[in-house]
Each structure stands twice: as C-alpha cells, then as structure tokens.
C-alpha cells in the first residue's frame, strides 16, 4: 500500500506530488498518457496571471495570487524558462472605462502588487503596435510568461529526486473506500494508498463523483483555439496584451513566449468530448477575428501550427481543493488561472494531506532541479570544449530549433523521461520550429529506438496507438 496516490500528471499533479516529497511518505503518480503534462498542461496560453481577473475572495484568486508571487523564485530552484514580463488588459472604447477600473479594484483587493491604470500615450510607447481604438490599459507588472512543458518537467523531475514514482498508461475505472484507506481500480490492476489525490483535470467530477455522489460535480471541456507564429513574429509584442474579460474568460490575448515566438488565442467554446483538441475552422476564424480588436498587423502568415486544448471548467468557476471524504482530496476545477497558480496549489493540496496523515518532514529532501543543457546559451569556447568531451552535443538534430543529439539523449534519461516524440518536443523544443518535424523525426525515432532498446516500429507520436512506422517494405515485398 502506497501512502498516497496521485491520479493526474498535469501541473497541478506534479506541483501535489513535489510538495509532498518534501515528506517521509511512499508517492505514486498515475496518469492514463504515456507521460505527464498530456491533458490541460500541454495545451494552453503559458501565461502566469498576476491575479486582478479572479474573483475576490475566491480560492482561485488566492491561489493565483500567491502562485504567482512564487514563481520567480521557482524558476530559480527548479531551472526552468520563465519571463515577468508584464501584461495590459486593453480598453478600446472609453464606455468600458468603467468596467477597467472595476478590475483594478479587484486585483487591489486580491492583493496584485503595481497595479496602476495607463492612458493612451504610455500605452502606445509601451507596446507599438497597440490598436489604434485603443484608450487605455490596465498595467500589471507581477503578470508573467513561462514554458507549461518546462515548469510540469521541472516539479515531475524534483519529486521523482525525492522518490515519487510515476507509472503512466494507467486509466482509472474505479475507487473503494477500504478501512484504511482506498483501493484505486485501473486498466493494469488494483492500486492501494492511504490517501488518494484527485488531480485529473477534465476528468476529475467523475473521480469526486465516484466518492461524493450526493454532491456532484460537473466539469465542461471548455476548447481554445491557437496560431503560434515563428520566431520572426517574437516581437511584435513585449508584453503579455489582453482584453477585458467576458463571460467566457479573458478573451484573444496575444503574447510573447518564453522561447520567442507569438501566441494568440484563445477560443471559450464549451463542448461535450473530454477529449476534443480538434481545431475548427470557426474557431480559428475566431481568433484571427479578434485578435486584431487589441494589436494590429499581426504578423499572421508567420504562423507555423495551429492547436487547441480543454480547460476543466467548473460550472461554479473555482477551485475546488480539500478532503471530500477521509483520505480522498480533491484538486478539481483548475482551469484559468491553474498554471499560473500551481505552485501555491501544491502547497495547498500537501498540507491538506500532510495533516490528514500525519506526515513528518524528510531531512533529505533536495528542493534543486537542474534543466536539460541547452548548449546555445553557452560561451563558445565552452561549448567548444562540451562538445569536444561529448561529441552529441555538435549533432544538430532540430535544424529549425537547433536541437543537438546531445539534448535529446538527455530528455530521453531523466525521470520520467521521453519515451515518445511529443515527449522529446516538449523537453527539448526538437520538432516545434518552423518545419514542425518534417525534417527531424526520422532522426529523432532512431535516437529513441537506440537509447530505449526498442525497434523503430514500436516508437510512437504520443504513446498508446500513435505508431508512425506501421511496417517495413520488406516485409510486405
């Protein structure tokens, strides 16, 4: 029996389960993907929100207050990209001066520090291309931007130093209150654990309604639609660029990445498939549409790829964290600001269980992760010098990113590590420039094959039956 069972390897998982490393417990993450940051983690706007947005007196708004202030110093500990580089929530007609300055207020009252609202002149020096409607903006320094993939690799990693084991292509199919505990029923057999962490994103209200039925939950895959452009669009804008929110959210935003390419979207669509990151034609049409209501001349023949991904949107629009049932916590309803909030959910969601358990804190917990080594950010003569003890590190791989071989094995070996070419994507930014894959994935499938010990044919896009290679010539010949 394992202490604790997280189900879930999203952010809000992985953040649960690096907390409770810092405890003498036994932890297991399971996840029904191949990997973790495979559901909402993966596929949403990398934005780490200041907090203004959220209700006042909300947990969602507590909670990305706090996670926010967190992440700089997270970065730093835990080595992954992150940029405070503000963000502006745009007014573009002087009728919704009022509702500007209600969110003002209510970012003041949630405690978001720098606040201040700025007019058109300010503004325009701010951002250039900033739309000409445009009045005035509310300024929010603390706003953010980071890399989901890297900040979810970051907390998995750390926790895995610390001894959280993770088995992944596990599907949850039921629970059992036991006398001591649960037993978690899944595709691959029965698990037990003292507490169970309920972190499963969209999925989570069937997991809360397995254990609270006479108090349902409701979670509605709500689809956003994305353009990342190139590289050569990076800098159309320096800060993260809003509109004032609506019933569906923060609406478009357009923003920088950490890895220097443009970003719009998203979409607010409420659809029914808990799986459905299809994009639509409409939607797409949507984002363009919009878009260009806060910045002009979008540079949008840049674009490389076009994706969208589920927020778990609960109908009562909160966070819903905390013992449901004794040894079963929730960590439900995390969408918008949930990335930006992880770090102080974690914190939550340990001290619950923590409490309920009777943890004691581990003396040898290692709260320092060190990032995959990306050799571009080196001197030469120190990468001259790396890849003359590694000659790895001189295989460019990613033309369009620049990703050496040397990057790639490293991915492959950590824990949890790449066992796929999403996996390698997401760690190492091969197959995400401008080509999108189309030169390196024959490349990065035999590096794959070799360290994993397995044949090409059994290398996958994004585990389960995602196989590209489905045969050989010779064999059908």
Known sequence: ??????????????????????????????????????????????????????????????????????????????????????????????????????????????????????????????????????????????????????????????????????????????????????????????????????????????????????????????????????????????????????????????????HGNLLIGPTAIDIEDKEGTATTAAGLDEVRAKAGLAVKDIPLRQTITSFAGLRAHELRHDFFIGEIAPGFVDCAGIESPGLSGSPAIGVMVADIVSQSLGLEKDPAFDPTRKGILDPKTLPMEERNELIRHNPAYGQIICRCESITEGEIIDAIHRVPGARSLDGVKRRTRAGMGRCQAGFCSPRVMEILARELGVEQSAVTKSGGGSRIIVGTNKDVY
């Not at 207020?105 to 201040?116: H, M, S």
């Not at 108090?215 to 709500?222: A, E, Y």
């Open 1 to 258: 029996m394992y202490d604790i069972i997280i189900i879930g390897g999203g952010v809000s998982g992985c953040a649960a389960a690096r907390e409770l490393s810092r405890y003498q417990a036994d932890i297991l993450v399971v996840d029904k993907e191949e990997d973790v940051c495979c559901g909402t983690t993966k596929a949403n706007s990398a934005i780490v929100h200041a907090g203004y947005d959220a209700a006042h007196g909300s947990l969602m708004a507590r909670l990305n207050v706090e996670g926010s202030k967190m992440m700089p110093a997270l970065a730093k500990e835990l080595d992954f990209a992150y940029d405070q580089c503000g963000s502006l929530v745009i007014c573009i007609n002087e009728e919704d001066r009022p509702a500007l300055q209600k969110l003002y207020e209510n970012g003041v009252a949630n405690g978001v520090e720098g606040l201040r609202i700025i007019e058109r002149d300010e503004l325009v020096a701010m951002e250039p291309h900033i739309a000409d409607e445009a009045v005035a903006a509310l300024w929010a320094p603390t706003g953010g931007i980071v890399c989901p993939f890297g900040l979810t690799y970051a907390l998995a990693e750390n926790a895995a130093k610390n001894g959280v084991k993770f088995q992944f292509d596990t599907t949850v199919t039921g629970l059992t209150r036991l006398d001591d505990g649960w037993r978690v029923e899944t595709d691959r057999g029965p698990l037990e654990a003292r507490c169970v962490v309920n972190a499963a994103g969209v999925y989570a209200d069937k997991l809360h309604n397995m254990v609270q039925p006479d108090d349902p939950m409701t979670i509605v895959p709500r689809r956003g639609d994305y353009f990342l452009l190139d590289h050569t669009a990076g800098d159309h804008v320096s800060h993260t660029i809003f509109q004032l929110p609506g019933k569906y959210g923060k609406g478009v935003l357009v923003t920088p990445t950490v």
